[in-house]
């Protein structure tokens, strides 16, 4: 990275802009303003130290950036878009999204992006059933593939940039045309979600007649449909985005089924294991995400009053029910009257009963895992 000072706009503070946050944080000569329709998760986001300064008006966070990050779901990235062009922007900057879908987009950058601005769609291949901002990491992206998809006419050099500046998401970028993403990601991400919640819809249905359903629902159960706990708005979006390549697949789905079914028909035992021998084969050789291993974190994050003796009031709280801590820290980020204060506690047991008491105490407390 250059020595250079710059600036960093991200528009969505939430699991992933705030994960992008946080790996650009890694950078000193970075500077981070979050952008949210909220002021909630931007709040949250300077207690837990992602951004160093929040703003719900998308001129002021905009202004300085040589890089903006669109963060918010889907079909709020393609509004954005539209919102940018009539925007005071920096000469040289890089818009950039995150966003699970990328053909319509990359769409609707081309339509209404000035030409002075550079449009470079992105999707990292990593994220979680879990949203918002406490749920962000800056090792959610590393060593995942991170998908850049530049238009024909992109200079090379910003992408160059832009994957100069990903370096610090540790993800590996990778570079494809919007519809092959769209295609690919269809099939090994959205239609795996419909999937999923068709499958728990289902079974929630059965349930209604016999409650046993869902008390036996163990490990095969739960491991094929931990995805079904996502965000439901963003994945309304990512299938209105992607809508064609989803039916194709759908169909391709029908078919796939109705083989199986045939062959459960016909009473065909090579042919029944012959089905799940294809699909091991292939499941056991998908190249393996080596990805870091997470220590577990005991940190409360505390929002704090700017006056004397709130850090005392915090430790006697907790010293009189014998909590122990082991680190306290004063995070200087913010900007407001608030400060945010950090509690490395002992264990994982004590740092539970420091939060509710502490929530007792009416604390604005978070935490990030
Ligand atoms: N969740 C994943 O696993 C995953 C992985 C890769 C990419 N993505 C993509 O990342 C984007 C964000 O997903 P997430 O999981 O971080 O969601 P999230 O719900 O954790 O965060 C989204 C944030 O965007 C904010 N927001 C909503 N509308 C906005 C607007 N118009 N302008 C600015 N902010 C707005 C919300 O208030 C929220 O804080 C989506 O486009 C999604 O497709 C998600
Ligand atoms: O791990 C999960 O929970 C995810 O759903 C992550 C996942 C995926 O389908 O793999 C979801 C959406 C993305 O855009 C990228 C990654």
Same mark, same amino acid.
């Given at each position: 990275?250059?020595?250079?000072?710059?600036?960093?706009?991200?528009?969505?503070?939430?699991?992933?802009?705030?994960?992008?946050?946080?790996?650009?944080?890694?950078?000193?000569?970075?500077?981070?303003?979050?952008?949210?329709?909220?002021?909630?998760?931007?709040?949250? =986001?300077?207690?837990?130290?992602? @951004?160093? $300064?929040?703003?719900?008006? !998308? *001129?002021?966070?905009?202004?300085?950036?040589? /890089? #903006?990050?669109? =963060?918010?779901?889907?079909?709020? @990235?393609? $509004?954005?878009?539209?919102? !940018? *062009?009539?925007?005071?922007?920096?000469?040289? /900057? #890089?818009?950039?999204?995150?966003?699970?879908?990328?053909?319509?987009?990359?769409?609707?950058?081309?339509?209404?992006?000035?030409?002075?601005?550079?449009? #470079?769609?992105?999707?990292?291949?990593?994220?979680?059933?879990?949203?918002?901002?406490?749920?962000?990491?800056?090792?959610?992206?590393?060593?995942?593939?991170?998908?850049?998809?530049?238009?024909?006419?992109?200079?090379?050099?910003?992408?160059?940039?832009?994957?100069?500046?990903?370096?610090?998401?540790?993800?590996?970028?990778?570079?494809?045309?919007?519809?092959?993403?769209?295609?690919?990601?269809?099939?090994?991400?959205?239609?795996?979600?419909?999937?999923?919640?068709?499958?728990?819809?289902?079974?929630?249905?059965?349930?209604?007649?016999?409650?046993?359903?869902?008390?036996?629902?163990?490990?095969?159960?739960?491991?094929?449909?931990?995805?079904?706990?996502?965000?439901?708005?963003?994945?309304?979006?990512?299938?209105?985005?992607?809508?064609?390549?989803?039916?194709?697949?759908?169909?391709?789905?029908?078919?796939?089924?109705?083989?199986?079914?045939?062959?459960?028909?016909?009473?065909?035992?090579?042919?029944?294991?012959?089905?799940?021998?294809?699909?091991?084969?292939?499941?056991?050789?998908?190249?393996?995400?080596?990805?870091?291993?997470?220590?577990?974190?005991?940190?409360?994050?505390?929002?704090?009053?700017?006056?004397?003796?709130?850090?005392?009031?915090?430790?006697?709280?907790?010293?009189?029910?014998?909590?122990?801590?082991?680190?306290?820290?004063?995070?200087?980020?913010?900007?407001?009257?608030?400060?945010?204060?950090?509690?490395?506690?002992?264990?994982?047991?004590?740092?539970?009963?420091?939060?509710?008491?502490?929530?007792?105490?009416?604390?604005?407390?978070?935490?990030?895992?």
């Amino acid at each position: 990275m250059e020595m250079k000072k710059i600036t960093i706009a991200v528009i969505g503070v939430g699991l992933i802009g705030g994960s992008i946050a946080l790996s650009m944080r890694r950078d000193p000569n970075i500077r981070v303003v979050g952008y949210d329709v909220r002021q909630e998760p931007l709040d949250k =986001a300077l207690t837990l130290g992602v @951004i160093h $300064a929040g703003t719900t008006d !998308l *001129q002021t966070a905009v202004r300085e950036a040589n /890089v #903006i990050f669109l =963060a918010a779901p889907v079909e709020q @990235i393609v $509004a954005t878009l539209q919102h !940018l *062009q009539d925007m005071e922007l920096q000469p040289d /900057v #890089i818009v950039t999204d995150v966003g699970s879908t990328k053909a319509g987009i990359v769409r609707q950058a081309v339509e209404v992006i000035p030409e002075r601005v550079t449009f #470079i769609g992105g999707h990292p291949m990593a994220g979680s059933h879990k949203s918002g901002v406490e749920a962000a990491s800056d090792r959610l992206l590393e060593n995942a593939y991170y998908v850049l998809t530049p238009a024909p006419g992109t200079p090379p050099e910003k992408v160059e940039r832009l994957t100069e500046l990903l370096s610090l998401t540790r993800a590996k970028v990778v570079q494809m045309d919007a519809d092959t993403h769209d295609q690919v990601v269809g099939a090994v991400s959205h239609f795996p979600h419909v999937l999923a919640s068709a499958l728990v819809n289902l079974v929630a249905g059965y349930d209604e007649e016999n409650g046993w359903h869902a008390r036996l629902a163990a490990g095969g159960f739960r491991d094929i449909t931990r995805i079904a706990s996502s965000n439901p708005r963003m994945w309304r979006d990512v299938l209105l985005q992607n809508r064609e390549p989803l039916l194709k697949i759908a169909k391709d789905w029908t078919k796939a089924l109705e083989d199986v079914i045939e062959l459960v028909e016909e009473g065909d035992p090579e042919g029944i294991e012959r089905f799940f021998q294809t699909a091991r084969d292939f499941r056991d050789g998908l190249p393996e995400r080596k990805a870091g291993a997470l220590p577990p974190l005991n940190d409360l994050y505390i929002d704090i009053p700017d006056h004397p003796g709130e850090i005392g009031r915090i430790t006697t709280l907790l010293g009189a029910k014998q909590i122990n801590i082991t680190n306290l820290q004063i995070r200087e980020t913010r900007e407001d009257i608030y400060g945010a204060l950090r509690i490395t506690f002992h264990s994982q047991e004590e740092m539970e009963k420091g939060e509710e008491l502490l929530r007792f105490f009416d604390y604005n407390v978070y935490r990030r895992s």
